[in-house]
């Protein structure tokens, strides 16, 4: 849970779904296919993904743009 209307959950396969209202939800999917694990937020912008073989994800925009973060494992 994000707020009070927005959320995130994490999938599978590279995939991020993301939901506004709390009833329709988006898909994001990355080229990859390791799984996510957990998905925290720090700020009410900044939000981190956790994934197989070290993989990070970091947004500053509210999921609308990820970068990916070098762990240095995996």
Known sequence: MYD????????N????????DGINWSSVSF?????????????KNDIIVVGDKGLILRSSTRGINWSVITSGTG
Do not use: D, P
């Open 4 to 11: 009070i209307y927005t959320g995130f959950i994490v999938g």
């Open 13 to 20: 396969a590279g995939i991020i779904y993301k939901t506004l």
């Open 31 to 43: 080229n990859t296919i390791n799984n996510f694990n957990s998905i925290t937020s720090s700020t």
